[in-house]
């Protein structure tokens, strides 16, 4: 039987929303996982670095003697990253930090942009901090960090972590939950990345910053700490490919997320900014 007019309709608009809104999830499986070799180079630590899972899946450490990272084999201009991460368990981790992060600081020495997923360690049965950051244009002067508890213990289990990097838009997301988004304004001029970026991840000694401000330093008496990641997804991105409008939906389970596990935004430090950076009038903050 043909299909009513009506019924046209209806189909018609599922589709077209569809197209105008792919969330994180959906983006993570539209995607092909990446092989490690094929998709990465090692950085350093390359003892501490060990492919599992038949390519799919990489394990790295810091020990008294080095910490470990890799890098993407090729750079994208706007794309959507994303993997799974478990992070060390020990009773303590203080000093330690593992990352998950875009930069070009190698081609610009002066000028790099960057965005961080950063997991700083913890003293005495605490739990892992994350932090995140957004640079553009050498603008480490207005560093742009927030930190967050976690409604989980990280290194108990796998978590996806997820970046959407548009020529407009930013998004983190923790679990396929955006937990912050930047938008770019004119104001920000050249404080948004904008320049092709590398994906990097590492595990390294943070001693000086990472935990209580550098008050507590790492103990190589826990060591090794090991960091496990998994389902890596690169994809550069047109408009088409990663839409960066969220949800009714969305924007409410972030709202409910930053209203409980924000700890520090730069966007309400008015010690450090008397007058917030332009993009803080957004409403995700």
């Not at 589709?15 to 792919?22: C, D, E, K, N, R």
């Not at 478990?86 to 930090?97: E, H, M, R, S």
């Not at 965005?115 to 003293?123: M, T, W």
Request: net charge negative.
């Amino acid at each position: 039987m043909a299909a009513s007019f009506k019924e046209l309709i209806l189909c018609l608009f599922f589709m077209t929303s569809v197209v105008l809104f792919i969330p994180a999830y959906s983006l993570s499986k539209k995607f092909t996982t990446s092989y490690f070799d094929e998709a990465f180079s090692r950085l350093y630590g390359d003892q501490n670095l060990i492919v599992l899972k038949e390519g799919k899946s990489v394990r790295i450490s810091l020990d008294e003697h080095t910490g470990c990272g890799f890098k993407s084999r090729s750079t994208y201009q706007y794309a959507f990253f994303s993997t799974s991460v478990k992070l060390p368990a020990a009773n303590y981790t203080a000093g330690v930090v593992v990352t998950f992060y875009t930069s070009n600081g190698d081609v610009y020495k002066d000028s790099h942009d960057e965005l961080d997923f950063e997991f700083l360690g913890h003293a005495n049965n605490g739990s892992w901090v994350l932090q995140t950051n957004l640079y553009g244009n050498g603008s480490i002067g207005r560093g742009r960090e927030e930190r967050y508890s976690l409604p989980f213990d990280p290194s108990e289990n796998f978590h996806n972590y997820s970046i959407l990097w548009t020529e407009k838009t930013t998004v983190f997301y923790v679990d396929y939950v955006p937990i912050r988004v930047t938008q770019k304004v004119e104001a920000m001029a050249g404080d948004y990345p904008s320049k092709p970026m590398s994906l990097y991840a590492t595990i390294w000694n943070g001693s000086d910053w990472a935990t209580g401000g550098g008050k507590y330093k790492v103990d190589y008496a826990y060591a090794p700490f090991v960091s496990q990641y998994s389902n890596f997804v690169l994809q550069a991105c047109s408009n088409s490919d990663c839409d960066d409008s969220l949800t009714t939906e969305e924007r409410n389970k972030m709202k409910e997320f930053r209203s409980k596990y924000v700890t520090y935004s730069y966007c309400v430090d008015s010690k450090r900014y008397p007058i917030p950076l332009p993009e803080c009038k957004n409403d995700s903050f």
